[in-house]
């Protein structure tokens, strides 16, 4: 099993639909974070979380909400998706004190937005 | 905030021949410099990194560079393989032991195609 999992692998949905993004880690870390990659604008960190009870807004967190529901389980959702939000997610770990080591990513989620 | 810029945004290179990449940062406090390969339908997955404490790094084919006082840093791949093709990112950050600063933010990524 991959270390760090992100369901579902590719994902089409409607404009104004509701939409959950599911990231599970068996890692162990502490640390997790949604990332959005476009192409021509590289990866964008959305959200991270550095515990359970820490939630912390990136760069382009509009129109996004995340959810830490474990150590190992950390969802993103668009309340209200729309097109321009189409693009690949990922998901990815790290533990704290080891980043040095750099991060675990996801293998992430296609998201169309039609 | 800290920003990364990466240059070129795609590269050709024949099998054999080097391959540079170049990224530069705003924030002189970050310290930690890595590079990440994506191949297709997978995950990033870092390659190497660098320190600020340290100029030159080398692993086998690759290494990578850092001029602290331009805010510049580059991946050299010597001796490219047609398995190199990837999409390749920068970073960016300021980390410390289990800082509350040690998220990386990324440049925009370079898609490499070796020729065989």
């Known amino acids: 099993d991959a270390d760090v999992t992100q369901t579902p692998r590719n994902r089409i949905t409607k404009t104004g639909k509701r939409i959950m993004l599911e990231c599970s880690q068996t890692k162990g870390h502490d640390r997790m974070y949604w990332y959005r990659q476009d192409p021509g604008l590289g990866l964008r960190l959305i959200y991270y979380?550095?515990?359970?009870?820490?939630?912390n807004k990136g760069e382009i967190s509009d129109g996004y909400s995340v959810s830490r529901q474990a150590q190992a389980k950390f969802s993103l959702s668009l309340e209200s998706a729309i097109p321009n939000q189409t693009a690949l997610y990922f998901c990815?770990?790290?533990?704290?004190?080891?980043?040095?080591?750099?991060?675990?990513f996801g293998s992430g989620t296609r998201l169309t937005v039609v | 905030g800290e920003n990364v810029e990466q240059h070129p945004s795609t590269l050709s290179v024949q099998e054999g021949d080097s391959a540079v990449i170049k990224c530069t940062y705003s924030d002189s406090a970050s310290n930690y410099f890595p590079w990440y390969k994506q191949e297709l339908g997978k995950g990033p997955q870092l390659i190497i990194d660098i320190r600020s404490n340290v100029g030159e790094k080398k692993d086998q084919r690759i290494a990578v560079t850092l001029n602290k006082t331009a805010k510049h840093f580059s991946l050299h791949i010597t001796e490219t393989q047609p398995e190199d093709s990837a999409v390749y990112f920068c970073a960016a950050s300021l980390m410390n032991y289990g800082g509350a600063t040690n998220k990386l933010i990324f440049g925009t990524g370079t898609l490499l195609a070796v020729q065989p």
């Open positions: 990815a770990t790290s533990d704290p004190g080891q980043e040095l080591y750099g991060y675990t």
């Open positions: 979380s550095f515990d359970v009870k820490d939630i």
